[in-house]
């Protein structure tokens, strides 16, 4: 944080205006394809070497399952292509598949293999690509890498996935709370965590002299006298 | 037709006039914690540049000089500590009012992060419920302010 | 090869391609220290310390004055954290910390059906719920697979309303920094015309007439319309004339000119969509790459500005503001052309939901508001995701705020015009 972002200096701004102003938002030119299979073809071309476990296209595009040691090369190929060229991360999403039924409390299946799936969705500014690259991880040692160098914006969303479900990521430069508060042991966005579970971070008070309630709620006159008069 | 007529708009939407009037009358200063607001259709958007005007003083440059805490929606554990401070540094005689929370029904979904009560947090002397509060309970709840200030003073 | 990394000066781009073949990362566990203190507090002055100074070491006591910002202050439109590293009157670095309207939104929206989520969405936007509320019907009618359906009359009024929530949004922040300048004409016009364009997206919205699955519950009819366009347009007439003025404003010009610029490569990285990317020049709409409700049939005018300051952000939100209107004008009209069906309201909660994920984004007033939702085979909703513009801003208040000066950073903060519900959801 103590680095200053570069202003460009009067000259250096028009050239930037200038460079920008060709790039659109929607796209045209020879760049960007219609092909739906554009990016996961992309992949297969440039680098055979990287498995991919499932591919697909749902709402937000395309979308791709990778082993979470491979999560870096595929953003940073993805990130430094010029045909696909996404470079903003929009979101970190994590989804908890443990199941709260009762027949895998029974069962006592504790250590799933791909308890935690986590959902980096990804666009680009210059081509009208969007992405959407998930892993998988185990209820043992939940942990995927972390993409804070390639994408600065995970720094938050990457705390904020430790905080909620408890999800390390590896190689993040400081991960701690970003939401709740030093005292708050667990993580509440877990399945298994209980509903109406609180966590007062002051200790509360027992109250002597209770409050007068006011409600909008159409009562009779014996509970209008009782309420006012307490 | 969904138009609503415009002075049923303003009944509806002057409930922080009104707070407003009834304070300067009683020659009261507040201050005024704004929360979070609860879910409802009728949300006081339009109150919100009043609110922010309650926010920077009604005679008040902070709670060191202000008579009543008005605190406005849903507050976050992480925020009642905070709350605690302010209602910590007013000094007696003060009163809290708190405003605007929707009665808690056993169908309403309870949140990990926000405080049931804040009676619990602070001792609140008069509790409105209902955002925006019709202007019978906001009547109602105001006089059972005055009342609980003439008790204690 | 063209692409806004290309423009910018002096940017050494780590190759990430070839560095990312090589040996991986080594795995660095952060340790139980690391996640209770922040890393700020090891550099402040010991007496600050929180503890006794007992067995404190007698580390270099920090040069600069750490000053802590919040989170409840008069001058902060909501509760936030700014730790401020001040030298003398200039801020070298801003540690932000969130969480304090944190509401475990995703959470409740879990155990909600999607009628309740209308209700509960409200909490996320309290000043403008319509665009959470408008986004989640959206949502709801692409995992059903029903958009096609839904009639012209309901997306030309969505669009009104959409763009109306844009209007007022803007607003709000116009009048924010009208007030911390004193320019007491604009403050003046603007608050005004707050007032009236929210009445008017209040008739518009009614009780809860977008908050619904595949329809509208109650549309206007042509005589409401007709009166709120004149409404929105009445209101809009000193707007107008604020615009050419505002430039001329000597004190909004150095005020904000050249107030907390920032390159587009931190807005970029950092997510950051919407009137801030927009007034850095970058040329990005949420509403012409994925249009939804009838956008595609209304051309938004894509407006950008040349520097990036605070003063071309507040020009950017004037202008929008009164695309903005004029695309409200323009959805009315088409409304009252356009067949009077309101759509067949569907229950969603009637049945099991088709399992499957589904992830949709809109242009909200601050960037691109994106939700993410999951059904597991059960037909069980099983993960809602929140993601707002406002969070990305704040994540990037640290580049917002370096190196300004101690007077400028509210007026830097309001001119964001950040949500504070929405940040910490």
């Keep these: 944080m103590t680095d200053v972002p570069d202003a460009p200096a009067p000259d250096e701004r028009d050239t930037a205006a200038d460079a920008v102003s060709d790039v659109d938002g929607v796209a045209d030119g020879p760049k960007a394809t219609q092909n739906p299979h554009h990016l996961v073809e992309l992949l297969r071309q440039r680098r055979r070497h990287l498995r991919l476990l499932d591919t697909g296209v749902d709402s937000w595009g395309e979308t791709l399952c990778v082993a979470a040691d491979d999560l870096l090369h595929v953003l940073a190929f993805l990130q430094a292509d010029p045909d696909a060229d996404l470079e903003v991360l929009v979101d970190v999403v994590c989804i908890d598949h443990h199941e709260d039924s009762d027949e895998a409390k029974a069962s006592d299946v504790d250590d799933d293999e791909n308890r935690f799936e986590v959902v980096y969705l990804l666009r680009s500014v210059r081509l009208p690509y969007q992405l959407s690259v998930r892993v998988f991880t185990s209820s043992e040692h939940p942990q995927v890498p972390s993409v804070t160098s390639l994408y600065p914006s995970a720094d938050w969303l990457e705390r904020e996935l430790y905080e909620l479900f408890g999800v390390y990521a590896d190689g993040h430069p400081h991960l701690r709370g970003l939401l709740l508060y030093p005292d708050f042991v667990s993580h509440p966005m877990r399945r298994d965590y209980p509903r109406g579970k609180a966590q007062p971070m002051v200790p509360l008070r027992t109250p002597q002299h209770l409050p007068v309630v006011v409600t909008d709620l159409p009562v009779d006159d014996t509970g209008d006298a009782a309420q006012d008069a307490s | 037709m969904t138009s609503t007529p415009d002075s049923d708009i303003d009944a509806k939407l002057g409930w922080v006039q009104r707070i407003l009037q009834w304070a300067t009358r009683e020659s009261l200063s507040a201050y005024v914690v704004e929360g979070v607001l609860p879910a409802s259709s009728t949300v006081p958007w339009l109150q919100k540049a009043l609110l922010e005007r309650l926010r920077l003083g009604l005679g008040v440059t902070g709670p060191e000089q202000a008579d009543l805490l008005v605190v406005v929606g849903d507050i976050s554990h992480k925020f009642a500590p905070v709350v605690q401070d302010i209602w910590a540094r007013m000094s007696a005689p003060s009163w809290v009012l708190h405003l605007g929370v929707l009665p808690t029904t056993s169908s309403s979904p309870v949140s990990y992060a926000l405080v049931d009560s804040l009676h619990e947090v602070v001792p609140v002397t008069v509790r409105i419920e209902g955002l925006p509060p019709s202007k019978d309970a906001l009547e109602r709840g105001l006089q059972a302010l005055r009342v609980r200030m003439r008790e204690a003073s | ?425």
């Excluded at chain 3, 920090?62 to 989170?71: C, D, E, I, K, N």
């Excluded at chain 3, 939700?371 to 809602?384: S, W």
């Excluded at chain 3, 190196?403 to 940040?423: K, Q, R, S, Y």
């Design chain 3, 1 to 425: 090869m063209k692409s806004v990394l290309d423009a910018l000066p002096d940017v050494i781009m780590p190759d990430a391609v070839r560095e990312a073949d090589a040996a991986s990362i080594p795995l660095v566990r952060p340790d139980d220290h690391d996640l209770v203190r922040p890393l700020a507090e090891e550099e402040l002055p010991s007496a600050t310390r929180r503890g006794s100074l007992m067995g404190a070491d007698t580390a270099p006591l920090s040069r600069h004055l750490v000053w802590t910002f919040g989170p409840s202050h008069r001058a902060l439109p909501f509760p936030l954290q700014l730790r401020v590293e001040l030298s003398g009157e200039r801020v070298l670095t801003v540690d932000p910390e969130i969480g304090w309207s944190h509401q475990g939104l995703e959470r409740m929206l879990e155990f909600g059906t999607v009628d309740e989520g209308f209700g509960l969405l409200a909490r996320l936007h309290p000043t403008t719920p319509l665009v959470p509320q408008l986004l989640w019907a959206h949502l709801w009618e692409t995992i059903l697979d029903v958009v096609d359906e839904v009639p012209a009359r309901v997306c030309w009024l969505r669009v009104a309303g959409l763009e109306l929530s844009r209007v007022v949004a803007h607003l709000d922040v116009l009048r924010a920094l009208a007030e911390v300048y004193a320019d007491r004409l604009a403050q003046q016009i603007f608050t005004d015309a707050h007032k009236a364009c929210a009445r008017a997206l209040w008739t518009l919205q009614g009780e809860a007439n977008f908050c619904a699955v595949g329809g509208m519950r109650d549309a206007l009819d042509d005589s409401a319309l007709t009166a709120l366009e004149d409404e929105l347009q009445a209101a809009l007439v000193g707007v107008g004339q604020m615009h050419e003025q505002q430039l001329r404003n000597v004190a909004f010009v150095d005020g904000l000119g050249g107030r907390g610029v920032i390159s587009i490569r931190n807005l970029l990285d950092h997510g950051v969509t919407g009137p801030a990317l927009r007034a850095s020049g970058v040329r990005d709409d949420v509403r012409r790459r994925h249009p939804i409700f009838a956008y595609d049939a209304l051309e938004p005018a894509l407006v950008t500005q040349q520097d990036s300051d605070a003063l071309s952000r507040a020009t950017q939100r004037l202008q929008e503001l009164s695309d903005a209107s004029r695309m409200v004008l323009q959805a009315c009209h088409e409304a009252r052309r356009a067949d009077p069906s309101l759509g067949t309201l569907l229950d969603v909660d009637d049945k099991p939901l088709p399992p499957g994920r589904c992830a949709v984004s809109l242009e909200a007033p601050n960037g691109e508001m994106a939700f993410f939702v999951d059904v597991d085979a059960n037909g069980k909703l099983r993960r809602t995701r929140l993601r707002t513009p406002s969070f990305a801003l704040a994540q990037c208040l640290p580049h917002f705020l370096a190196d300004a000066h101690l007077d400028d950073v509210v007026p830097i903060l309001l001119g964001l015009g950040m949500v504070g519900t929405a940040i910490d959801c």
